[in-house]
Nanobody
Framework: QAHLQESGGGLVQAGGSLLLSCAASGRTFSSHDMGWFRQAPGKEREFVASIRRGGHPTLYTDSVKGRFTISRDNAKNTAYLQMNSLEPEDTGVYYC???????????????????????WGQGTQVTVSS
């Protein structure tokens, strides 16, 4: 049974930084795309960043480009999201996810739609105060 566990969320002032981690257990996901999504109160879950199985390429939503960096350590079965220059608009619950279909995909870019992801963590709260 695959399990994803996020950690690293918290309360930070605008302009601050956080490092989110996503540790996978139960299965090895070194050959799968991994992604980060977020959901603000009253809004739908949205794509933040994703990373192809080999560590590149990566994909970001426009609002976080230049501020967030996604990475992975396949030896640790873990993905990371380094978030810098945080803004109040970044507030939400952050989820990591793994795409099963990406294992078989010949696509160059990593998956970015929530529908393409099969395994999800419970989420970690990120709150950015102004």
């Amino acid at each position: 049974q695959a399990h994803l566990q996020e950690s690293g969320g918290g309360l930070v002032q605008a302009g601050g930084s956080l490092l989110l981690s996503c540790a996978a257990s139960g299965r090895t996901f070194s050959s799968h795309d991994m992604g980060w999504f977020r959901q603000a109160p009253g809004k739908e879950r949205e794509f933040v960043a994703s990373i192809r199985r080999g560590g590149h390429p990566t994909l970001y939503t426009d609002s976080v480009k230049g501020r967030f960096t996604i990475s992975r350590d396949n030896a640790k079965n873990t993905a990371y999201l380094q978030m810098n220059s945080l803004e109040p608009e970044d507030t939400g619950v952050y989820y990591c996810a793994v795409s099963e279909a990406s294992y078989y995909s010949g696509s160059y870019m990593p998956a970015s739609s929530p529908r393409e992801y099969d395994y999800w963590g419970q989420g970690t709260q990120v709150t950015v105060s102004s």
